[in-house]
């Protein structure tokens, strides 16, 4: 059933974000650093703007509303109870004792912080009746879906804390959400936002198999996501989306399946991302803003993002932006963190096309120690899902201001430096400094970098030059 509430939350978001015009973005002035000072000191003032949210001492344990620890109850119905008596209180804890607590989807509200208790499990149905139909978008498309199986819609102060376990029971061998093809669905969905369809038409849901995420917040402010663990989720795991004011901490993400990436904020401003562990089938962390139509009519960008302290193991990417970055990103620093599985394919990841658009810019990556990783060190690819013919589309992506300083890795992988981009749109101002990578088959292949910087790189153990760009 879609929610009313949620189609007027569609409504009120779409209005908001067209105040963020292409215009607006695509006419600010080009940064270009000097030295890591500048980014380091525009980090430090950002992340005195992320402040997480705190909330009331109250308490509303599910166990007041009926719930039971067998891990066979249905207890959706003693989570929305607990939840809604405690936003309608001015807010709290809904606290999830220790034990094993089967339920649907549940709904946060404003001022509600759910709290796990040490080792307490929540595992989610395998049922999709038990997920409503709600907006969301599906890998950048707005629309009417499952809701994720956590999710809020215009919220304030929002938190789900504690050293327990969200366990989507999502499985290969049962068949349960990993096996589900999305291919026809997926298709649909593209040609849908290509024909500016209005979102809340675009009814998916039962039948699509557009398997939802863990937790998805939509137009919300003030989020905490901090110490629990989650694993086995249907798709993504952690999922802002045109949020604002959010510290994801100490969470750890372990889980092998597909579009298991571990957090993608999406069209979102002031993250911080920090001290967390990701293990994951696909990107540890995707950065994005909205895919094609959808991504360029709300144009706005991701921005001011921080992670930091953070350990990448298996993934597609480590630190990625794209590709549904349709809507651009900007200010994107990563800091202090340890990357090291032979099934890590890159560890700073951009990744876009003709068709996507948008500006990527002042993008900072420093003090990152890296064991192995599969295919790149740094790579920028525009040719990211387009035609076999190679032909261009209509909206040539912008890449400008990378820094990169003190990356160094023990074994390489197939590339240091790589760049596939389009002549007409070469990346801009690439700076690649104190950096020390072994191991690598090719140091350096780029085709199309304007103003490219090497500053004492090592590659392979000789001191590398930027190579010759025709």
Known sequence: MIKKEDMTKTVLTAAACVLFTAASFAQSAATTWKSSAEPLAEMEKLR?????????????????????????TNNTEAFKKAIDDCSKSGGGTVTVPLGTWLTGAICLKDNVNLHLVDSAKIMFSLDSKDYPIVFTRWEGIECMNYSSLIYANGATNIAVTGNGTLDGQANWQAGHWWNWTTGAARTKLAELNKQKIDPTKRIMGDGSNLRPNMVTLVNCKNILISDVKMQNSPMWFMHPLLSENITI?????????????????ESCKNV??????????????????GRDEDGRRINRPAENHIVEWC?????????????????GAKNIYAM?????????NIVLRLKTSSFRGGIIENIFMKDVKVGTFKDAAVSFNMY???????????????????????????????????????????????????????????PTQVDNVTNMVYDNVKMNGVIAAVPAIK
Request: glycine share 12%; hydrophobic share 30%; net charge negative.
């Open 48 to 72: 005195k703007l992320i402040k997480a949210p705190v909330f009331k001492k109250a308490d509303f344990p599910i166990t007041k509303y009926g719930a039971v620890a067998d891990g066979k």
């Open 384 to 442: 990211y899902e387009t035609p076999k013919d190679g032909k261009p589309g209509d909206f040539m992506p912008t890449i400008r201001n990378i820094w990169v300083e003190n990356l160094s890795v023990e074994k390489g992988g197939n590339y240091g430096v790589f760049a596939h981009v389009y002549p007409q749109s070469p990346v801009q101002n690439l700076h690649v400094v104190n950096c020390d990578m072994r191991g690598v088959k090719t």
């Open 249 to 265: 901490s100490n969470v750890k993400v372990v889980s092998h399946g597909p579009n298991n990436d571990g957090c993608d904020p």
């Open 336 to 344: 202090n963190c340890d990357m090291d599985s032979p099934n890590l």
């Open 311 to 327: 350990t990448m193991k298996d993934g597609h990417g480590g630190v990625g932006i794209g590709s549904e970055i349709s809507g």
């Open 272 to 289: 911080l991302i920090t001290h967390c562990l990701f293990d994951t089938g696909d990107d540890c962390i995707a950065i994005k803003s």
